[in-house]
């Protein structure tokens, strides 16, 4: 069965330029994350959706970051203008979601950004 | 808001050894669960055991068990046989169970070492 596909795996561009980010979850999986992991900040979750509808995006680090969710099987992480402190790595997660899911989550490769 | 602590920024064991990982958390919640990832160098996020607050029982998972004590908010992963395989980064993170805070909340992360 296929994971949690995220991609570019890696990504450098220079600051000022456009960002997006991709993801497909598990099929079948209705609970998607998106979370950003530095060395100064750890792991932390940046935005949730549940059945394609933003539920929790109080980590979003600011207004130049965006997400969506159009379908059940896509959704896209934006940086728009990007700085250099956005470096990290970006990870998808997906689940079978619900608020009382026992379903752990499963997490895609990453994709590292590197803001010049 | 919960936070998730693990007081070991490295550890070092022998193959073959059996090693304990600490984590403490800190919550108001009488239900949620607890997990512990495994993040080798390839980046990937590997699941590597879960623990549900309300079972009283400890989660095994073959040579991955975990110490879990509720009233005390302790959450430790014993790797019993350490293999060199085990090398990762590991951490521990905590899910609140409902309200739709479905979102884990990461410790820093322990390294740990195995030594030929």
């Known amino acids: 069965d296929a994971g949690v596909i995220q991609s570019p795996r890696h990504e450098v561009t220079e600051m000022g330029q456009e960002v997006t980010l991709r993801c497909k979850p598990i099929?079948?999986?209705?609970?998607l994350f998106w979370y950003r992991q530095t060395m100064m900040r750890g792991l932390e979750l940046l935005i949730y959706?549940?059945?394609?509808?933003?539920?929790?995006d109080s980590g979003m680090p600011e207004d130049r970051f965006s997400a969506k969710m159009p379908n059940a099987s896509f959704s896209t992480l934006k940086i728009q203008p990007s700085e250099p402190r956005d470096s990290a790595v970006y990870f998808c997660?997906?689940?079978?979601?619900?608020?009382?899911?026992?379903?752990?989550?499963?997490f895609g490769d990453g994709t590292r950004l590197s803001i010049l | 808001a919960q936070t998730v602590t693990q007081s070991q920024p490295e550890m070092s064991v022998q193959e073959a050894e059996t090693v304990t990982l600490s984590c403490t958390y800190d919550?108001?919640?009488?239900?949620?669960?607890l997990f512990w990832y495994k993040q080798p160098p390839s980046r990937q996020m590997i699941l590597v055991i879960r623990q549900e607050a309300y079972k009283q029982q400890n989660a095994t998972e073959n040579r991955f068990s975990v110490n879990f004590q509720k009233a005390a908010k302790s959450f430790s992963l014993k790797i019993s046989d350490s293999q060199l395989g085990d090398a990762a980064m590991y951490f521990c993170?905590?899910?609140?169970?409902?309200?739709?805070?479905?979102?884990?909340?990461f410790g820093k992360g322990t390294h740990l070492i195995i030594q030929p």
């Open positions: 997660a997906s689940s079978i979601g619900g608020q009382y899911s026992n379903q752990p989550q499963h």
């Open positions: 919550t108001s919640e009488s239900d949620y669960y």
């Open positions: 993170a905590y899910r609140s169970r409902g309200g739709g805070a479905d979102g884990l909340t």
């Open positions: 959706f549940n059945n394609n509808v933003p539920i929790d």
């Open positions: 099929s079948g999986h209705n609970s």
